[in-house]
């Protein structure tokens, strides 16, 4: 096992234990958030699995799941939003660790393996990850109209 493996191990870890935490347990608004709060999780380890590995498809995988994420995250949103209206979800604490730590696997993903169409493709992918995430918790606690319904 190498460093890159045992911080995906630390990483998935701690950020599933939370995560199935908040699945199992609350009201329906605890449950979106861990939801995203999965995405948020699963797609670093999937970055750090790929440089401990040397498998650049699981890059792609987490690509993917970077883009789909919060699109799955906002139309639970959507379609819940006669139960998440009662008590909206306020998760920015939670929300703004999770895409520092993105931030910290990408920035050192981006250091290991240096200039090229990898480093692009990490870069994209973090992007798409942290704003991803940011837009689908705003849209949990209410502030885009339209996405609660009514």
Known sequence: ????NLAAAVLLGAGGT????????GPPARR???QNMTTSVVCPVLLLLS?????PAYVDLALLLAL???VGTLVFARLLSGDLADGRPGAWGLTWTAAGAGAVVVTALCVAVG?????VKLL???A????GNVIASRALAGGFRGVRGG
Do not use: C, F, K, S
């Open 115 to 119: 200039p090229g169409r990898a480093l």
């Open 1 to 4: 096992m190498n460093g890159w």
């Open 128 to 131: 798409l990850l942290i704003g």
């Open 32 to 34: 979106v958030i861990a």
């Open 124 to 126: 994209v992918t973090g």
């Open 68 to 70: 789909l994420g919060p």
């Open 51 to 55: 440089q401990g590995y040397g498998r």
């Open 18 to 25: 939370a995560a199935l935490w908040g699945i199992t347990t």
